[in-house]
């Protein structure tokens, strides 16, 4: 059963512009939403955070934008660089065991 | 501090052979992880350990088994690979289940194929 479905598989983007990557929840359980973005070769790693309290977290050219009665949120990223060509995943997580569930991921690439 | 290290970086496997993929984090972290990443799929659970000498089931757990005897070292066994398995292994590790001592530091991954 996947709890965490992410929105769209990949991404081109221009440079300067923005990127939105969008995701939908299903367990009501869950309280914190991470952000994580994987370069290629590399391991994941925390980019930014959010819990369902807050309807919008910003940190840099990076939002979170969160919806509780829709159960969605998804990533910003404004300005978008080449540099941030990666692999991003949402995912959600609650007390109650405190496993992470991800996304699918979204393979964004920003061209020059 | 070299935070979470996998080993090894590559194996390959024969269908039925046996592996073990060590992780160790020098985070003085209680939570760790393995999960596999494969095409489309995310990264999924395969098993986790609240705290030394703790195991748990997470998605995808059939096929594999864990074991933490020591607070640093989080070991993944395969007994008999099968093709399926072929995949890239990560590992994690965090303070905390949840929140903002959750969050998870990941290993480098291992590449594992199954022919």
């Known amino acids: 059963q996947q709890q965490v479905k992410q929105s769209p598989q990949s991404l081109i983007v221009q440079k300067g512009g923005i990127s939105i990557i969008n995701c939908a929840y299903e367990?009501?359980?869950?309280?914190?939403f991470p952000w994580y973005q994987q370069f290629p070769g590399k391991g994941p790693a925390l980019l930014i955070a959010?819990?369902?309290?807050?309807s919008e977290k910003k940190e840099g050219r990076f939002t979170i934008s969160f919806n509780k009665s829709a159960k969605q949120f998804s990533l910003h990223i404004m300005d978008s660089q080449p540099g941030d060509s990666a692999t991003y995943f949402c995912?959600?997580?609650?007390?109650?065991?405190?496993?992470?569930?991800f996304g699918q991921g979204t393979e964004l690439s920003v061209k020059p | 501090n070299a935070g979470v290290t996998q080993t090894p970086k590559f194996r390959v496997l024969k269908t039925g052979q046996s592996m073990t993929l060590l992780c160790a984090q020098d985070?003085?972290?209680?939570?760790m992880y393995w999960y596999r990443q494969d095409p489309g799929m995310g990264l999924r659970l395969i098993h986790y350990?609240?705290?030394?000498?703790?195991?748990a089931k997470g998605e995808v757990p059939d096929g594999y088994n864990v074991s933490r005897l020591k607070k640093q070292n989080f070991l993944l066994g395969l007994e008999s690979a099968a093709p399926s398995q072929t995949s890239v292994y990560f590992c994690?590790?965090?303070?905390?289940?949840?929140?903002?001592?959750?969050?998870?530091?990941f290993g480098p991954g291992t590449r594992l194929t199954v022919l």
């Open positions: 994690a590790s965090s303070y905390s289940g949840t929140g903002d001592l959750g969050e998870q530091f």
């Open positions: 995912a959600g997580t609650s007390n109650q065991g405190g496993k992470l569930i």
């Open positions: 350990s609240v705290g030394e000498g703790t195991t």
């Open positions: 959010i819990r369902p309290d807050v």
């Open positions: 367990n009501t359980a869950f309280d914190y």
């Open positions: 985070m003085n972290h209680e939570y």
